[in-house]
C-alpha cells in the first residue's frame, strides 16, 4: 500500500522542490520509502508502505531498458499467476514484488494489462519514448485517483491535497460540488470539492499525450441473474468467499482483520483467524459493538483488542478527520474508523474488512421491501398516484406514508443509503452562490437511464456501486486507514466474488420482513455460531444525537455557525433553528447539522485564510 503524486509539463522543465513537498503531504500513506522520478517533462514522487518483498519493489520502478517508468498504490492478488505468464514470454524478473509484475505486464500487454489485474490498484506509467502518461484505477474504485489540468501541467495523484503544494497549482473551491453534498453527504460530483480536480472513474484508465488526455473504460458494472437452488448458491457464495480470503492473506507481514457485530466482517474473521481482531465501540447504551466482537473472538479462539471512544476524542479529532478525507465528509462512521485503524496500526500493517458486501449481495434495509407493497406496485402507475394525490390532501393516517411512496418509481425516491437534505431545503439553507437549479435526480438519472430494465433492488444496487460505494464506503475506508499509515484489504471487493453475487435474482437476497443477503447468511451457516448468522446490519453507530443535546456541544455547534465566513454559505439562522429544535428535542436534525459543521471543518483546514484561522498540521505527518 502507497501513494503517488506527480505532474507532466508541456513546456518547462519540472520543479523538483515542489515535487518534493507534494510527496511529503502524502507521508502518512507509506512511511517506509521514499522516490523521485524527475525528467525534461514528467516528475513523479512515492511513498511506499512495504507490505510484499520488503527489501525490494523500490518505486518509481523503471523498465530494464529504462523506457517504463511505474509508480502504483495497491496490491494485485493474481501477480504470482502472471508472474508464471510473463516469465513463459520471456519475461525476467529481479524483485518478487507485484509491483514489478504490474510493470512487466504493462510492457507484455500494454493497455490490455488492466483486464487482468486481480486487486486493488491505482497507478500510472510514464513511457519516456513516447513521452506518454497511461494511468488506471480498480474495477471498484478501491484505491483512489485524483488528476487536474493546470495550464501546461497535467496534475495526478492519490490525494487531492498532494497538488497543492505546487506554485502552479491553483486552488479554488468548487461551488457546484456544495449542494450535492448537502443530499448526499459526501462529494457527489466527478470534479471534486476542488475546482479543476476529477477523480478518475472506477474501472477506467486514460492515456496522456502531447497535453491531450483520453479517457476509456476497461470494466462495466452489469448483473446477470441466473437460477440457482439456494443451497447451490450458498455453497458457491462460500466457496469464493473462502478462496478470496486466502488471496487477500498474501503479505510479507502480519494480517490483522476488522471486527463488528455483524456478519461481513465476522465471516472475513472466520476464514481468515487472524492473531489478532480489533473493534471500537462507545460507552453510551447501544452504541457499543466491542462486547459482541469479544464474545465471538471467544468462539472462535481468537484475540481482540478494542477502545471506547470518549466524546472529547471524537470532536478533538474532526479536523484531522476532515483533513485525511481530503474532501468533505459527513458519514458518521469515519470518526469511529479513524480510531479503529489508529488501534491495528500499532501492531499490523494489514487488516482485513467487509466493505463491499451489502452492496454486492444486497445488504441494507433500504433494498428490502415487504410482500403487500410489491403487490401494490403492480397496479398502474396512474392509478397509484391518484391514489397518493388524494391520500395527500387527508390528515396524517397510518399507511399515508406507503401510498405515497409506492406511486413513485424508484429513481423518484431512492439517492443512496444516505437522503440528508431534500433539493428544495437545499435550496433554502444555501446562498445564492451555491444554489442550482439541478437537481439530485440529474445526478443519479444516468446510473438509473443504464438499468431502466431492471427491477428496483437492481436498480438500487447498481446506484449505490457507482456512487455510495466508491465515494463514500471505500473513500473513508482508504482515508482513514491511510491516514494511520495502515493497508485495508477488503475480500468481498473481489473480481471473482463480483462473477458470482452479479448472478444472484433480486427475489433470493431477501426473506421475510427483515431479512437482508439471505444467501450469504445461508453461507455463513457452516462458519458462524447462529447468533451471528442473523444479526442485522448495524454499522458504526455513532451517538452524536445524543451529544449534540448536551451543553457542551450544543455550545461547540453554535459557536461554529456563528463564525462569520460561514454566512457565505449559508443562511445561517436556519441552521442556528436546526439546532435550536434538536437541543430541545423538537426534532432530529443532527444529520443535517453534521453534513454541514463537517463541511464547515472541512474549509477551516483547507481554506484558514478565508475563515482567519491558523493553518491546520497534521497530526501524523
Request: hydrophobic share 40%; with cysteine.
Amino acid at each position: 500500500m502507497c501513494g503517488f503524486t506527480g505532474f507532466v509539463s508541456q513546456s518547462s522543465a519540472p520543479d523538483v522542490q515542489a515535487l518534493h513537498a507534494m510527496g511529503d503531504t502524502i507521508r502518512h500513506r507509506g512511511p517506509d520509502e521514499e522516490g523521485h522520478y524527475v525528467d525534461d517533462h514528467c516528475a513523479i514522487a512515492h511513498r511506499r508502505l512495504s507490505i510484499i518483498d520488503l527489501a525490494n519493489g523500490h518505486q518509481p520502478m523503471s523498465s530494464p531498458d529504462g523506457r517504463y517508468v511505474l509508480a502504483y498504490n495497491g496490491e494485485i492478488y493474481n501477480f504470482q499467476d502472471l508472474r508464471r505468464e510473463l516469465e513463459a514470454a520471456g519475461h525476467t524478473f529481479l524483485t518478487n514484488s507485484d509491483t514489478e509484475v504490474l510493470l512487466h505486464g504493462y510492457m507484455q500487454w500494454g493497455a490490455g494489462v488492466t483486464a487482468r489485474l486481480r486487486g486493488m490498484f491505482a497507478f500510472v506509467i510514464w513511457d519516456k519514448q513516447r513521452q506518454e502518461l497511461f494511468g488506471a484505477r480498480d474495477p471498484f474504485g478501491i484505491k483512489p485517483f485524483y488528476y487536474a489540468v493546470m495550464g501546461d501541467l497535467f496534475f495526478f495523484g492519490s490525494e487531492a491535497k498532494s497538488f497543492l503544494p505546487h506554485p502552479g497549482f491553483h486552488k479554488e473551491l468548487n461551488t457546484a460540488a456544495l449542494k450535492f453534498y448537502l443530499t448526499f453527504q459526501y462529494s457527489a460530483l466527478n470534479e471534486s470539492f476542488f475546482k479543476g480536480v476529477y477523480r478518475l472513474l472506477p474501472g477506467h484508465q486514460f492515456v496522456h499525450r502531447n497535453g491531450v488526455t483520453e479517457f476509456s473504460s476497461y470494466h462495466t458494472i452489469s448483473f446477470d441473474p441466473q437460477p440457482m437452488p439456494l443451497e447451490r448458491r450458498a455453497e458457491q457464495i462460500r466457496e469464493v468467499v473462502t478462496e478470496s480470503v486466502k488471496a487477500h492473506e498474501i503479505s510479507d507481514v502480519e494480517v490483522g482483520a476488522f471486527l463488528s457485530g455483524g456478519i461481513d466482517s465476522s465471516v472475513i474473521t472466520a476464514l481468515s483467524r487472524p492473531d489478532k481482531t480489533y473493534s471500537v465501540g462507545f460507552a453510551n447504551k447501544g452504541f457499543d459493538e466491542t462486547s459482541e466482537a469479544r464474545a465471538l473472538c471467544d468462539e472462535l479462539g481468537l484475540r481482540n483488542l478494542s477502545k471506547t471512544i470518549t466524546p472529547e476524542e471524537f470532536f478533538s479529532a474532526l479536523p484531522a478527520i476532515q483533513y485525511y478525507a481530503d474532501e468533505p465528509n459527513a458519514n458518521l462512521s469515519t470518526v469511529p474508523l479513524y480510531f479503529l485503524s489508529q488501534l491495528a496500526a500499532r501492531d499490523v500493517k494489514v487488516v482485513l474488512s467487509g466493505e463491499g458486501s451489502d452492496e454486492l449481495f444486497g445488504g441494507y434495509i433500504t433494498y428490502h421491501t415487504t410482500r403487500p407493497f410489491r403487490a401494490y406496485r403492480k397496479l398502474p402507475k396512474g392509478l397509484r398516484r391518484a391514489v397518493a394525490k388524494a391520500a395527500g390532501k387527508l390528515p396524517a393516517f397510518h399507511g399515508q406514508g406507503f401510498l405515497t411512496k409506492a406511486a413513485k418509481e424508484v429513481d423518484e425516491y431512492f439517492v443512496g443509503q444516505a437522503f440528508i437534505f431534500g433539493n428544495d431545503e437545499a435550496q433554502r439553507v444555501l446562498k445564492p452562490e451555491f444554489r442550482s437549479e439541478l437537481t439530485w435526480h440529474d445526478v443519479t438519472a444516468p446510473y438509473f437511464d443504464a438499468v431502466k430494465d431492471a427491477d428496483d433492488l437492481t436498480k438500487m444496487q447498481y446506484l449505490d456501486l457507482h456512487m455510495w460505494q466508491p465515494l463514500d464506503i471505500l473513500r473513508k475506508a482508504d482515508r482513514m486507514t491511510m491516514a494511520n499509515s495502515l493497508e485495508l484489504r477488503v475480500p468481498y471487493l473481489d473480481r471473482e466474488v463480483w462473477a458470482v453475487a452479479r448472478a444472484i435474482p433480486s427475489a433470493q437476497k431477501m426473506r421475510g420482513k427483515s431479512t437482508t443477503k439471505y444467501p450469504l447468511r445461508v453461507a455463513a451457516e457452516t462458519m458462524l455460531p447462529p447468533d451471528w448468522v442473523k444479526r442485522p446490519k448495524v454499522g458504526f453507530p455513532v451517538p452524536f444525537v445524543a451529544w449534540l443535546r448536551e451543553e457542551q456541544y450544543y455550545n461547540w455547534a453554535r459557536d461554529l455557525i456563528n463564525q462569520d465566513y460561514v454566512a457565505r454559505f449559508f443562511d445561517q439562522a436556519y441552521l442556528l433553528d436546526l439546532l435550536e429544535q434538536h437541543y430541545t428535542g423538537r426534532a432530529r436534525t443532527h444529520r443535517k447539522l453534521y453534513t454541514v459543521l463537517s463541511f464547515l471543518i472541512w474549509y477551516q483546514v483547507y481554506f484558514p485564510e478565508e475563515c482567519g484561522c491558523q493553518p491546520f498540521v497534521p497530526p501524523n505527518d
